[in-house]
């Protein structure tokens, strides 16, 4: 576990600060939490978020039997891989997120949503180098537990 770890340090670190590559970023949103109309969040301003944080190597809005047409297509429309899941999307998310880390495929994760169920694989995040990012859909949808289980918290619309 920790050979992954200092390579990944090493790979974003680099011998020489000219050849310093910027870390690649999965950003994965939990869209029944975060897609509400109370929250009044815009796609284009996740996608954002995510570029503002490196390589968007991974983006991916979750959403359940229930998502509207509408909603899948502009999410495409946007550059989003939209899974869709029967049921609660809390699974799939957490365990994509783990997948994403086990794999080396992100150096930085970061997880929209206002569900303290992510909060185990922020963790677990963590232990293998990944940095970790909670995305809250605004002041009043902020979880402190994942807030607290993250390096760095970003509350969109602040």
């Known amino acids: 576990m920790f050979d ?9 670190a680099g011998p020489d600060p000219e050849l310093e590559t910027e870390p690649t970023v ?3 949103v939990d869209g029944p939490n975060v897609l509400r109309d109370e929250f009044d969040v815009d796609l284009n ?9 490196g390589h968007v190597g991974v983006i991916r809005l979750y959403l359940d039997e229930h998502a509207t047409p ?8 946007r550059g989003f891989e939209v899974i ?4 609660d999307v809390d ?6 997120a783990t997948a994403l880390c086990s794999e080396g495929t992100i150096d930085r994760l970061a997880v929209a949503s206002r ?5 185990p694989a922020l963790e677990y995040a963590g232990t293998v180098g990944v940095e970790t990012i909670a995305v809250a859909p605004g002041s009043h949808g902020r979880s402190d537990a994942l807030q607290n289980a993250a390096d760095e918290a ?5």
């Open 154 to 158: 970003i509350t969109l619309g602040s």
């Open 45 to 53: 301003d996740l996608r954002d978020v995510a570029r503002d944080l």
């Open 4 to 12: 992954r770890v200092r390579a990944r340090l090493a790979r974003l």
């Open 70 to 77: 509408g909603l899948i297509q502009a999410a495409e429309a």
């Open 84 to 87: 869709i899941t029967s049921g």
């Open 115 to 119: 569900d303290t169920d992510f909060k």
């Open 91 to 96: 699974v799939k998310l957490a365990v994509d």
């Open 26 to 28: 999965g950003l994965l």
